[in-house]
């Protein structure tokens, strides 16, 4: 048997002789298979693929029996679907059966008349990898990037598809064949202009806190960031997540490779975060500088069992750059807790995550007051 999965169509009429006798039915293989008429693979799930894929059968009056099989080829049985689309009224699916120890199933259909009839047949096919990657070029003054998409479409089925409608669920469709055990690169989302934002962050749980207590370089991640919304030219549908490469123009015809990240999946209206290397141009100093136990209980014997903890933390931020610089700041504070000042605006991220965003001016300064109680802490 080939590889290639395909749809056999037999016609079987019943013969009747005598009222006495009975018939055996048998399945019949035609040699001569009808064509697909049109195929589609769906890629919106990034687990499963589905196949839809239209062919013409010809239909005798009363009882006919169609064969589905596959040899080698990675289909998932229980979801094979079969409609009928040129006369629904008039041909009806009466039951499907799966013959022992085969890779088959036989569709028995009654039609009201000889004809032949359009169906259609989808089914979900494992083995058919995608990968989505990103191509941005920024510009020199790093405001603005030219974005594009690329699918990449690899086929490890067992089936061959010499024309198909490929459709993800965002981004153009396009007509592609692709052979089992081939690769293709397919253009399928060009936003053209796209904003964004460069922006610096800082965790207190990844970065040093006091740059001058070591003896290296401290560089702060830097990313561009790129807000999914129609003012950015996208904002259509959520971009998958995939390979990121990031160049910037280099004032002389040509460009240069800033950075390589894996991004994650960007919902409507989200931020797609992109890391292109480390920078030195902002400094980070954080200090605690209050951590004294307050509130404390005692039980009966004079062991202290239970207190809050009252702490100061104090971040110093400067920019050497010419520029204005947007640091995104990440402080984390476990178990209870509650701020009693703080000199910046801070958004939740979790129960024991905030964050910040500070602008710091060009050759400036900025700094951040934490005064806040860790609460009810067991000793």
């Given at each position: 048997m080939k590889k290639n999965m395909y749809l056999k169509s037999v016609i079987m009429l019943s013969m009747f002789c005598f009222l006495s006798l009975s018939v055996a039915e048998a399945r019949i293989k035609l040699v001569a298979l009808p064509k697909r008429a049109d195929t589609i693979i769906r890629l919106d799930n990034p687990q499963f693929t589905l196949i839809e894929e239209e062919r013409v059968l010809t239909l005798q009056q009363?009882?006919?029996?169609?064969?589905?099989?596959?040899?080698?080829?990675?289909?998932?049985?229980?979801?094979?679907?079969?409609?009928?689309?040129?006369?629904?009224?008039?041909?009806?699916?009466?039951?499907?059966?799966?013959?022992?120890?085969?890779?088959?199933?036989?569709?028995?259909?009654?039609?009201?008349?000889?004809?032949?009839?359009?169906?259609?047949?989808?089914?979900?096919?494992?083995?058919?990898?995608?990968?989505?990657?990103?191509?941005?070029?920024?510009?020199?003054?790093e405001t603005q990037v030219n974005f594009k998409s690329h699918l990449i479409l690899r086929n490890f089925s067992g089936e061959d598809f010499a024309n198909a409608k490929v459709l993800l669920d965002y981004g153009e469709s396009f007509e592609e064949g692709i052979r089992h055990e081939e690769t293709k690169q397919l253009l399928f989302l060009k936003a053209g202009t796209v904003p964004i934002e460069k922006v610096w962050q800082w965790d207190s749980k990844k970065q040093i806190w006091d740059p001058e207590e070591v003896d290296q370089n401290v560089g702060i991640p830097v990313h561009y960031r790129i807000t999914n919304t129609t003012d950015s030219n996208l904002g259509q549908n959520a971009l998958w997540n995939g390979k990121?490469?990031?160049?910037?123009?280099?004032?002389?015809?040509?460009?240069?490779?800033?950075?390589?990240?894996?991004?994650?999946?960007?919902?409507?209206?989200?931020d797609m975060e992109v890391y292109i290397g480390d920078s030195r141009d902002l400094v980070v100093t954080q200090r605690k500088m209050v951590d004294k136990q307050t509130n404390i209980r005692r039980n009966t014997s004079g062991r202290v069992v239970l207190y809050d903890n009252e702490e100061q933390v104090t971040a110093k931020i400067e920019n050497f750059k010419?520029?204005?610089?947007?640091?995104?700041?990440?402080?984390?504070?476990?178990?209870?807790?509650?701020?009693?000042?703080?000199?910046?605006?801070?958004?939740?991220?979790?129960?024991?995550?905030?964050?910040?965003?500070?602008?710091?001016?060009?050759?400036?300064?900025?700094e951040l007051v934490m005064h806040y109680f860790r609460r009810n802490i067991r000793n």
């Open positions: 009363g009882l006919n029996k169609v064969d589905f099989s596959w040899n080698g080829v990675s289909i998932d049985p229980d979801s094979i679907r079969i409609d009928i689309l040129s006369h629904s009224d008039q041909v009806t699916l009466l039951n499907v059966s799966y013959p022992p120890n085969e890779n088959a199933l036989v569709w028995e259909i009654s039609s009201a008349g000889a004809r032949e009839e359009k169906i259609r047949v989808s089914y979900l096919l494992s083995n058919i990898d995608r990968l989505i990657t990103y191509k941005s070029v920024a510009d020199k003054a990121m490469r990031v160049f910037q123009l280099d004032g002389h015809g040509s460009t240069i490779l800033l950075g390589e990240d894996a991004v994650d999946l960007t919902p409507v209206g989200e010419d520029t204005n610089a947007k640091l995104k700041m990440v402080q984390h504070i476990p178990g209870e807790w509650d701020m009693h000042s703080c000199n910046f605006e801070y958004k939740k991220e979790n129960a024991n995550t905030i964050e910040f965003e500070i602008d710091v001016p060009a050759q400036g300064k900025a």
